[in-house]
């Protein structure tokens, strides 16, 4: 089975920290994606990456940065955490080449986060 | 328009019952189609594929409407365990990396 790891399940923290979250993957996927879930606004995209060192934007990456220095892990980085980034984030993986893969996203268990 | 939309319901549904959702996408060059279940505090996860030809896995069928950009999910025999958030999912092909769009769900509560 696809096992992703996020590391941090639940999180307070003041505003203005440094805030990482981890993830990492099992199954040498190429693609891995944060994204966060609000109510009534479903799961946003903050940003992915299809190789090591690669990354984009998503539709959301206002105050948000990633890192990718190995295959099997992405790490959401809050620079500056501010309370409107109090959410649940997801990490997700999927296998592919190229963009249009099509192929299945599988999500890690979530990070509360919340920022007071 | 939003890219995916859904009805947020909630569908509330007798055990044994019939429930179908709809859910239309705007771009009509998407290629990829997914219904995921993501249960209360949990994480999405793939309930099935949609193909053209349309798909049946159990009591669930999928269907895709390419011309009236829409798919559909129909699930027979309710049971209490089906209740869940039920995700569109659409793969639109406006950028790169394998980047869906999630819909913001469809919440089916089935009741005994």
């Known amino acids: 089975d696809v096992k992703v790891t996020q590391s941090s399940r639940y999180l307070v923290k003041r505003t203005g920290e440094k805030v990482f979250l981890e993830c990492v993957q099992d199954?040498?996927?190429?693609?891995m994606f944060w994204y966060r879930q609000d109510p009534g606004l479903g799961l946003r995209l903050i940003y992915f990456?299809?190789?090591?060192?690669?990354?984009e934007k998503g539709d959301i990456p206002e105050g948000y940065s990633v890192s990718r220095e190995k295959k099997e892990r992405f790490s959401l980085i809050l620079e500056s955490a501010s309370t409107n980034q109090t959410s649940m984030y997801l990490c997700?993986?999927?296998?592919?080449?190229?963009?249009?893969?099509?192929?299945?996203?599988?999500f890690g268990e979530g990070s509360w986060l919340t920022v007071v | 328009r939003k890219e995916v939309e859904q009805d947020p319901g909630p569908f509330n549904v007798p055990e044994g019952a019939t429930v179908a959702f709809n859910c239309t996408y705007s771009?009509?060059?998407?290629?990829?189609f997914f219904w995921y279940r993501q249960d209360c505090r949990k994480e999405p996860k793939l309930l099935m594929s949609?193909?053209?030809s349309g798909n049946e896995d159990g009591r669930f069928t999928a269907q895709l409407n390419r011309a009236s950009q829409y798919i559909s999910l129909l699930i027979r025999d309710s049971k209490l365990s089906d209740s869940a958030t039920y995700l569109c999912?659409?793969?639109?092909?406006?950028?790169?990396?394998?980047?869906?769009?999630f819909g913001t769900g469809t919440q089916l509560k089935v009741e005994l």
């Open positions: 949609v193909y053209s």
């Open positions: 199954m040498d996927h190429e693609n």
């Open positions: 997700a993986s999927s296998s592919g080449q190229g963009p249009y893969s099509g192929n299945t996203i599988y």
């Open positions: 771009n009509s060059a998407s290629q990829s």
């Open positions: 990456s299809y190789d090591v060192k690669m990354k």
């Open positions: 999912v659409v793969n639109p092909l406006t950028g790169g990396g394998n980047k869906l769009t």
